[in-house]
Every structure is written in C-alpha cells, then in structure tokens.
C-alpha cells in the first residue's frame, strides 16, 4: 500500500484548528472574566435596622443576617451618617448561634438625626466575596453625602487578574495529571520523550504560578480591590487564617511533592523505561510503575481536594458526600482532558507512537467518563434541585452547556475509537514500511543540500561565513521537522486519529472553560431557596411592606416624606395606605397624591392608583391588583401647591 500525504486544503484547515480552538477559548475567557462578579452562595437575608427604616431613636448597633455562614473581619461593617464620617466603633460582634448568622457592629452614642449608610463586605463559605450597602434614617431622611465604591467585592482588574488565575490553576491541574497518567497508565516510553515531559513540566509551573497569584491576589480580591494590597502583609496572614488560604498553602505543598514525582518520572523511571529488556529489569520497571501511580494518585486527589475543600463542594446540601465526589469528578475530568492532550502532542510531535498506546488511552478515557458521568449526575443534582433552576437559573444554563459540550466530545471520541479500531487491524509491520518509505522520501530530499551540509563543507563555511552556516543549520532543521511530518502522514489512519484528537482538544479547552465559570456561579439550588424565602417574607399577612420615601417639590413648604403601607404585599388583591407628613412630623395636607406600580421584567404597567383621603394627610384605596410576582416598582407623584409637583419610586419585592 502506498502512502500518501494529506492534501494542501486539508493541511491547511488541520493547521488551522488549534489556532481557531484557542481564538474561540480565549473569547469565551474574555467573555466570563470580564462579566460582573459571580454571585456567592451566601446572601443577606436581613438587618436591623432594616433597608430604607426610619427609627425613632439611634439604635445601639446594626446586625446583619446571612443565608449561610461568612468570614468578616473587623472593618467589614461600616456605618456612615450624612456628611460620610464614620458612625460605628469599628468593634465587630459576632452573633451567631445554631443556624442562625448573625454579624453587628456598634454605633457611637448620641449619633445626631438623618440618613446614615451601611456598607459591608464578605467571604461566603465557597471563597467568593460578596458585598452590598443599604440606608436607614433616624428621626427623619435627609440628604448624604456618601459615595461608595463604584466595583464590588470580588471585581474591576483585581477580580479580572484573580479570575484568570483560577482558569490556569484548573487548566494546569487537568494537564499535569493528565499527563502524568497517560505516560503511566498508556505509553511507559512517554517518560523519555522530551515534547511529553515539555508539556507536564509546564504545566506543573503552570499550576504552581497561578496557585502563588491567587494566595497574593487574595485580600485585594475579598478587599479593597487594589492591587497595591497583595503585599500587605497583614492582610496576607489573616488570608492564612482563612479556608481557601489554608486550601492554598495546602496545594503549595502538595505541589513540591509533586515536582518529587515529576523529578522520578522523567529521571530514573525514564531511563529504566529505556534501559528494560530482561524480564527482571521489565519487573523492576513495573514495580517503579505501580509505586508512580499510587503515589502520584495520592498527590493528584491531595491536590484535588484543596478544591473541594474551599468551594461549592464544602457548603450546602451533604458536604460529607459532596467533597469526595467533587475530588473524583476533578480526578476523572484530569484524566480524560488532561491525557488527551497528552496524546495530542504524542501523535504530533512523536512519531513512534505505538499503537496500543492509543488502544490502552480509549479504555481509560472510557473509564474516565463513566466517573465523570456518574459524580456529575449527584453535583448536577445537588446544585440544582428542580428542573426548573436547569432553565431558570445561570448554573442550570451552564451545566446544560456543560452537557451537551460533554455529549459533542463523547460524539468526537467515538469517531477516535473508530480510528483506532482501523489502527489495530493494520498489521505492525505497517509502522516500519512507513518509516522506511517516509525515511526514503526525506533522504532523497536531503540530496538536494547534501554537499553543503556536509561535516566538511561545514569545517570550511562555518569560520568564513556565520550566516551561510546559521541559514545550513535552519535548513537541517526544517529537513528534520520535513522526515518527522513525512513519518507522521505517511500513515493515513494515524492522520486520522490525529485530527480527530485535535478537535476532541478542542472542545476540551471549551468544556474547560465552562467548567470553571459554573464553580464561580451561585448554584441554582441556592437560587431558588433565596427566591422562595424573599416570596414567603411579603406572602405572610400580616407582613405587610412598608417603605418611607422623602420628598421636595421645590416650591414653598416642599419638603416632606410619604409613608406607604401595602397590605398584605403579594400577588392579587391589596390595601394600601398613604400617610404624608411635614418635616416636623405633622400630617401634611397635599392637595393631590397619585400612586403607579410598575413590573419592568415583564413590561406591566404602569398601573395607576388614586387614593381616597380618609384624613388630613392619611389616604387609602382596596383592591388594589397585582398580577404577578417580582420586582415592582411603586411611584408616588405628590403635589403640594398648583405648580409644584414632584414623582418619588422605590422598588420592592411582592411574592
């Protein structure tokens, strides 16, 4: 059988595959870096005084309540008044109890009235910073002077530089234990190939580098967000103090055990590998192999875990169970992913490759995808819920991405197994015959410079003329790279499998991608549970909502503040009542009041309300109709005198 060598075109688009698959995974990078923040698993689900409250008197301190436990520290709670100073003593409380998480701080006495503001910033339990600011007025609303930072916990450059870390963090994880187990598991001679030991080398830095950046990146990350703060050093040991610190110094470590096993896998097991022939020394070399894959086993889950331990895994729903699964389902996803790469650069810069090498990487990398399937389908389920969070929620929409990316790369696999299939039919024999004729075809091509490139003709130019002798040593260097292509394409069904490898990489880099915004993103179980406790908060009925809005008309004696009751605060029919007062408290007599409730999701409204007045300054109206559960906007339109008219809104939340 003669063989033949790829057409131009389709040399062309193979050439261009690694080059598109790279432009489309950096696109999708860019697009998931620089988004907005991923919501945290935790979220406040309450606070005394309350959002937008007027209280009577100054309280003695503010309480937060969260969802889930968070880390805070002691500046993490800050109350401003009016003119932006500093209201609070800075002294965090620590109120936690049973299930309940409460944080507060405490106010300085004879705090003057006004609006004061509440900013806080935290660290939910699955690493990710969450953030938030609300006000609340005593004795009456008045204008302020603050202004809070225009990024939130976790964003701008900081977040952007953090988040680029986890995706090299992840990636240098899946190769590095890819890597390490298709030489092991598939192809022992890997260990002495230099593009094999290239990959898993950097990808080992890869790793190391981006687990040091994110430890650095940390407290301006949870912070400040200024990148100036990576060298505190206070700040550095109280991130020590913290879960995802001690994952990271954990991964550290485990990552010098690591460089240990990478050191034996390419020093004294390669050269064993090189050197066996007698079946003692074969013994020998599988002894050193099966002590590899267990130790290597061990740092690879060691590593894993550092993972589990301080992300989605370590919160929620049965965390005993979640995180072993969580180590197996990164495990599996390394082996597959990671060994596939392997094989990639196996097939394109090895020529010698044997073909059972491939035949033993299927069987893993079925193996693989049947523990990937079978972990995912638990955190699948764990994450979400319902069916409805699939289709509702940001996570359920990437992990269906995730699915159907899974599903296209088990589709491509198969076509690789098929290769495969083709390969080991093909007698042995096949491998030599076409080196020889690809080592035929290169020598006849070498004639051509023979006489130049000749050990004397060498001794002579080289001295005499360096750039002719630099211009001979890139022409034996492409002459080389020319025999190792002839070698590789001189088999059509080895061409094949390495095509079809390449778009399988291709996918991977996507999945990989995916996979690790979805450890970014608040679960879709967790969604749904915060949708439902804010529903049932306003469903109850005799928790009516209640919100306090000053106005200025800007006219003469223009200055007041409306307080709106709207009983009980849900879906269908409602009360409401108005009542309208001065700046010194007393009822004010407007001579006009209209109300509008506006759903903008879903473009309803709006829809208008005029009050009857019961009394001076008290107005109410029944049945008052909301068809539908969400945001609402309520816009109260006040007129104190034939001119002078203002609008004032507040949104709220109406099961």
């Not at 990552?255 to 050191?263: E, I, N, P, T, Y």
């Not at 630099?470 to 061409?495: G, I, M, T």
Request: glycine share 10%; hydrophobic share 45%; proline share 5%.
């Amino acid at each position: 059988m003669t063989a033949t060598a790829p057409s131009t075109a389709r040399a062309r688009a193979t050439a261009l595959l690694p080059r598109l698959a790279l432009v489309l995974a950096a696109l999708l990078a860019t697009l998931f870096t620089a988004a907005s923040p991923a919501t945290a698993h935790a979220a406040l689900t309450a606070s005394d005084p309350a959002d937008g409250a007027v209280v009577a008197t100054a309280p003695a301190q503010v309480t937060l309540s969260f969802s889930e436990q968070v880390a805070m520290g002691d500046d993490s709670i800050r109350v401003l008044d009016p003119q932006g100073r500093r209201a609070d003593t800075g002294e965090m409380r620590d109120m936690c109890s049973g299930n309940t998480v409460r944080y507060g701080t405490a106010l300085h006495s004879g705090l003057p009235n006004g609006t004061y503001t509440v900013a806080w910033q935290a660290v939910s339990a699955d690493s990710h910073p969450i953030s938030g600011a609300f006000t609340f007025s005593i004795g009456a609303p008045s204008a302020t002077e603050v202004s809070l930072p225009s990024t939130t916990a976790g964003g701008g450059p900081v977040g952007i530089a953090y988040g680029i870390a986890r995706y090299a963090a992840y990636a240098g994880f899946t190769v590095l234990v890819g890597g390490a187990a298709f030489i092991l598991l598939c192809w022992r001679r890997g260990a002495a190939e230099r593009p094999l030991q290239k990959l898993v080398v950097r990808a080992w830095v890869t790793l190391t580098a981006a687990t040091l950046a994110m430890l650095v990146l940390r407290t301006p990350y949870t912070g400040s967000g200024r990148f100036a703060d990576a060298f505190d050093l206070d700040g550095l040991r109280a991130v020590l103090e913290t879960k995802t610190g001690a994952s990271l110094v954990s991964r550290l470590l485990l990552l010098g055990a690591a460089a240990l096993f990478v050191a034996v896998l390419f020093g004294v097991y390669a050269r064993r590998v090189q050197d066996a022939g007698s079946k003692e020394e074969d013994r020998d070399t599988s002894d050193l192999t099966f002590g590899l894959a267990i130790g290597g086993a061990v740092v690879a889950g060691g590593i894993a875990a550092t993972w589990a331990l301080s992300e989605h895994a370590s919160t929620g729903l049965q965390p005993g169970l979640a995180m072993p699964a969580d180590i197996l389902h990164l495990l599996a996803v390394a082996t597959w992913l990671g060994g596939l790469s392997a094989l990639l650069v196996a097939l394109h810069k090895v020529p010698g490759i044997e073909r059972s090498a491939v035949q033993r990487f299927a069987g893993v990398a079925f193996v693989s995808v049947v523990g990937l399937a079978g972990t995912g389908v638990y955190q699948a389920w764990r994450q979400t819920g319902s069916w409805s969070a699939l289709t509702g929620t940001d996570y359920g929409r990437l992990l269906l991405l995730k699915v159907a990316l899974v599903a296209v790369l088990i589709g491509v696999a198969s076509m690789s197994r098929k290769w495969t299939a083709r390969l080991a039919e093909v007698p042995a024999a096949r491998d030599g015959a076409a080196a020889e004729a690809a080592g035929a075809a290169a020598g006849a091509g070498a004639d051509d410079v023979s006489r130049e490139t000749s050990p004397a003709a060498a001794t002579v130019t080289v001295p005499a003329d360096p750039e002719r002798a630099a211009q001979l040593a890139r022409q034996r260097a492409a002459l080389e790279s020319a025999r190792e292509k002839r070698v590789r394409d001189a088999d059509p069904d080895r061409a094949g499998l390495r095509r079809s490898v390449l778009v399988e990489a291709a996918i991977a880099v996507i999945l990989l991608v995916v996979t690790t915004v979805l450890t970014s993103t608040e679960p879709g179980r967790t969604v749904e549970q915060e949708a439902a406790r804010g529903s049932s908060a306003t469903a109850v009925p005799d928790r009516a909502v209640k919100i306090t809005l000053p106005f200025d008309t800007g006219g003469h004696n223009g200055k007041g503040s409306v307080r709106l009751e709207l009983d009980p605060g849900r879906v269908g029919a409602n009360t409401l009542h108005l009542w309208a007062d001065t700046g010194d408290g007393q009822p004010f007599g407007l001579p006009e009041v209209k109300i509008a409730f506006t759903l903008p999701a879903k473009d309803i409204g709006p829809l208008p309300v005029v009050p009857d007045q019961a009394a001076p300054g008290h107005w109410t109206a029944s049945g008052v109709q909301l068809p539908l559960a969400g945001e609402w906007r309520i816009d109260v339109t006040v007129r104190t005198s034939d001119i002078d008219q203002t609008t004032v809104q507040k949104t709220v939340k109406i099961g």
